[in-house]
């Protein structure tokens, strides 16, 4: 498997240590990884969905905890019924998925339809953190002298 060295980037950037650990969790796949499949949709600038597919789960199985910069989905299957199975396609085993939401994003709800876990996130930048425009006055204006007034007040 092929790694990425990023020395030369710790070298010169600061503040960056969450990307760089994401970059290299993102190379490191097992297969109990990929259960429960899911889907990631961009539903509007602002807002996605994650689609899991549980299948066999009963709402009071899954967990779902959002804490800071991460989203966790877990699945405990409560009671083993024993069956003689012929063959079983749909695997009733615990999972535990891990997310990581950029900053701003919350979780907005989440609902089970068709076999499907839904979660609704929501991008929310604080006013403080959105770009806002500045007025440009003229030099000896009177909006500067106030302005200047303040800061000395």
């Known amino acids: 498997m092929r790694t990425i060295d990023f020395a030369p980037l710790w070298r010169s950037t600061i503040g960056f240590d969450r ?6 969790q ?3 796949w097992t297969a109990e990884e ?9 539903v509007t600038d602002d807002r996605y969905a994650i689609s899991l597919a549980v299948a ?3 709402p009071d199985e899954l967990t ?7 989203l966790t989905v877990e699945g405990h299957k409560t009671v083993k019924e024993e069956k003689q199975m012929l063959y079983q396609g749909i ?6 998925r891990v997310f990581s939401l950029a900053d701003h994003v919350q979780v907005q709800g989440a609902a089970i339809d068709n076999g499907l876990l839904k979660i609704e996130l929501v991008r929310e930048v ?4 959105k770009p806002r425009k500045i007025a440009i006055g ?7 002298k106030q302005i200047e007034q303040k800061k000395a007040a």
Do not use: H, V, W
Request: glycine share 4%; hydrophobic share 30%.
């Open 138 to 144: 003229r030099a000896g204006s009177n909006d500067n």
């Open 91 to 96: 695997s009733a085993r615990s999972f535990r």
């Open 26 to 28: 993102s190379t490191s």
């Open 34 to 42: 990929n259960y429960p499949p899911y889907n990631i949709e961009k």
């Open 56 to 58: 066999g789960f009963a």
């Open 126 to 129: 604080p006013e403080a953190m």
């Open 64 to 70: 779902i905890t959002a804490e800071q910069n991460t």
């Open 19 to 24: 990307l760089f650990d994401l970059a290299e």
